[in-house]
């Protein structure tokens, strides 16, 4: 199967920083409870102005600029594709929107998907099929969410967890970029759930069985991860960087405790952004690339679980 290859990112965090100290003015909550428990310190909501479509259109730009100064053209993407479960509409779907804003050709291939918190792993895995058919062109994939929308400020068990924000790649086909990745799914409609739009009344709120998703997460991270890691054959100390979904340091350590990793090696930024589901993953991938963190050539293991329930991982070289 064709490798593929991040080649630029770009991300946008939404526009108001909510600490936990201003969550506790809304919610019977605490700073310490939030901080001990999930390693929160803030988020970022969507401001007035501000949607999944908004967001998603300046990650988007953001990526395409930094593709754009490397010396390549938009006219060269062939594909967007916008990982969301909090769409600021269905239809249009917001790849479409983000093909309009940013002037991409028409001859391209857009939709939104969603596997909730796994869903810009999903979206890689789909990358990788398309460019298989036209390596030539590039994929712009986005995880975008306003999840602010959807929660319910009565339950604190929930509310307190996720943020809004968006993450956007460029992807190409790289021949000598081999990817590998293992999807799973383990359907289940009670302890995480989003309803859709039902009679007389728009989606959500958020519902979460918190210690059930938890126990699911603890085991889907090394699991994905064993299975990427028997197709491409590495070792886990081959691996540079573990970019996870940014849902709680807590599952994060207890992943790396179990499969015997330093900490260290695990990326965080929730206590700044909170869980953004789709969009975790490429806003840490943008934030570790703005910092230095990412080398060329270095072995990045990704990892997501979430809604659905859904869980994924994916080796990629940088
Ligand atoms: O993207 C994937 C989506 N979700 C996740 O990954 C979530 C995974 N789960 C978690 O991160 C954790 O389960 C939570 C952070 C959501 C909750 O932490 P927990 O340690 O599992 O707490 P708990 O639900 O077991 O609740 C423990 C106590 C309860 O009080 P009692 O019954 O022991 O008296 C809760 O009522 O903490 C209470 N509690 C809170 N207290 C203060 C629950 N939420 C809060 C809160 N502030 N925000």
Redesign the pocket.
Known sequence: MTGISIIATGSQPAAQVVTNDHLAKL????DQ??AT??GIRQRRFAGPEEDTTSLAIGAARAAVEQLEKAGRGREEIGAVLVATFSPGSLVPSTACLVQRELGLPEDLFALDINA??TGFLSGLRLCQGLLAQQPERLALLVGAEAISRLVDFGD??????FGDGAGAAVVAAGPDRPFFCAFGTRGDGEV?RCPGVRPGGGPGPVT?E??E??RF?VDAIPKGIAAVLAQSGSSLWDIDWFVC?Q??A??LAHAAKAMGVPEERFFMDLDRYG?T?AA?IPIALDEMAKKGLLKKGQRLMLAG???GLTWGAAELIW
């Open positions: 919610v019977d909550t605490s409870w939030i428990r999930t909730a918190c604190r068990g929930t509310c307190i967890l995480l979460m918190g210690r998703v938890f997460a979904h849902a709680n807590r599952i869980n589901s975790s679980f979430g809604g």
